[in-house]
Structure formats: structure tokens, C-alpha cells
């Protein structure tokens, strides 16, 4: 496919809305009932975290802080190349590197915030999105929220949540563009083997019937990612971004029935 080619199916792409001054009501009605994606641009404007998280930030106070670096190798991350780095070391190489040099990213980190409890004072959870998974035992849940840190051209490659659950994802430094895909797309992803930032087509023939929404998100934009919506991300920055997977209305199956599996089934499972 040639780069003009390439430009203009970009260009074709139906973009996620984008609101403000967005009503609770208006949100369920139009965006979580009708499991549609939706960038919101005005709901952290009184988080601390919005103009007090930056890189200098995060190495001035947590430099010394040991942090889980995930290594991006042949299109995937795997769990057998992680290392863990100064959190100040990590920040000084995102700088002066972009992925291609330095394909480390802090992903879905839960554990500084349990280290450094002040930080969950520097956000809270838009109205949008209440979580029903405070009504299962605490043992049930993963642990939220998460942070990712992470160079120029970090990817997330292509996958649907845990547990099909719902996602918001809030952008603090630096800009992240996203492709995502609605669960009818599911038969032509390839069980979320193919790039859509570069499709092998040859080996993936079915990718070129697929429709996609598309949307760069920049500081202060908040993103809802329905259930079961497949989504590759990728830093067009030095990125900050904290995330949350939750459980409610067009994901109580889902999320309940893969909780349950994996939380309670499979841990009797290992006990007998």
C-alpha cells in the first residue's frame, strides 16, 4: 500500500466524538447504553494530578522508587523480559529516546500508588463511571488505578480488556492516538494478532473489511472504552496516562463470570 494510500484511509476513519459539559445522564444514555466510545475533555480539570504530574515531577519526588519496565520484542510484550530501573533512570532514557531505541514502558503499574498512598489523593473518579465491583469481596478485584509512563511511540498492540469489562483511561502528559474496533470487528482482527498501525495484509486478509474508530487524546481528555471494543494505542509523545477497568451496565456478564472464574474457580483449583 502506498504512503498516499495509507493517508487517506487515516483520513477515512470515523473519529470517537469528543464532548464537554457532558451530564451523567447524557453519558448513560448515549455513550454506556449504547456501548459507544466517547473522549471527554473537561472532567479532570480539578484533579491535582492535571497540571501537578509531569515527568520532572515523578523523578523529582519517586526517582529513587524501583518500577517494572515492560520490553516490547517482536510485536508483543512478554512477561519473561521485564526488568526494574530507578524510576528517575527510566524518566532521564524516555527523554532522549524514543521507542525504536528504547522500547521499555511502564504499564499498568498499580504498585506505586500502594507505595505512595499521596498520589491517590491527586485524582478521583469521574461521575461517568461507577464501579460495581465495590460490591464483590475485595479478593475479587484488581487493583486499581494503574499508571502508564512511557517514550514516543509506545504501543499497546491490539486487545480487548480484562475480563470484557468497561475502561476510562485519563491523559495527563503527552498525546496517545487510538484505533478501536466494536465487538462485530471481532471475526476480522484475528484473534487481536494483526497491527492495524501496520497490517500484515498477506497474512491477515480479513483486516481490510475492518471499520474502525479512530481519536488522538491529549492532556486533560478523558476516554470510555465499552466493553468487548478491541483498541490499539500508541504515544505520539513522552506520555503520562492513569487508567481504570471497571464493572456496570453492558458488562455485568462479562465481568462477572470472568471475576469469578478467575478470582474464585481458578484459586480452588490450585488449592485442590
Known amino acids: 500500500m502506498s504512503t498516499a494510500s495509507k493517508e ?120 461517568y463511571f461507577f464501579d460495581w465491583y465495590v460490591f464483590v469481596p475485595g479478593f475479587m478485584r484488581l487493583i486499581y488505578p494503574r499508571i502508564f509512563i512511557g517514550p514516543k511511540g509506545a504501543i499497546t498492540p491490539l486487545h480487548c480488556d480484562i475480563w470484557e469489562t468497561h475502561a476510562w483511561l485519563a491523559q495527563l502528559v503527552g498525546r496517545k492516538r487510538w484505533l478501536l474496533f466494536s465487538p462485530d470487528q471481532r471475526e476480522f482482527l484475528y484473534s487481536y494478532q494483526v497491527q492495524p498501525c501496520q497490517p500484515d495484509l498477506e497474512k491477515f486478509p480479513l483486516f481490510r473489511r475492518a471499520r474502525a474508530l479512530e481519536c488522538t487524546i491529549g492532556p486533560g481528555d478523558v476516554i470510555f472504552v465499552p466493553s468487548g471494543w478491541g483498541h490499539e494505542v500508541i504515544s505520539l509523545d513522552t506520555t503520562i496516562s492513569i487508567t481504570h477497568n471497571y464493572l456496570g451496565p453492558g458488562c455485568f456478564k462479562s465481568g462477572l463470570a470472568n471475576c469469578f472464574k478467575e478470582k474464585f474457580v481458578d484459586r480452588l483449583k490450585g488449592i485442590f
Open 8 to 127: 487517506a484511509e487515516i483520513d477515512s476513519i470515523t473519529q470517537v466524538d469528543r464532548r464537554a459539559r457532558l451530564s451523567a445522564r447524557e453519558f448513560r444514555r448515549e455513550y454506556l447504553y449504547r456501548r459507544k466510545p466517547v473522549v471527554i475533555t473537561d472532567t479532570i480539570e480539578d484533579w491535582k494530578a492535571r497540571h501537578l504530574w509531569t515527568l520532572d515531577y515523578f523523578r523529582s519526588h519517586y526517582g529513587d522508587t524501583q518500577i517494572t519496565l515492560s520490553k516490547y520484542e517482536g510485536e508483543h510484550y512478554r512477561s519473561s523480559a521485564v526488568k526494574t530501573l530507578a524510576l528517575g533512570s527510566f524518566i532521564d532514557a524516555i527523554k532522549s529516546n524514543d521507542f525504536t531505541t528504547y522500547p521499555y514502558y511502564v504499564r499498568d503499574d498499580w504498585r506505586i500508588f500502594l507505595e505512595y498512598k499521596e498520589l491517590l489523593t491527586h485524582y478521583a473518579v469521574p461521575k
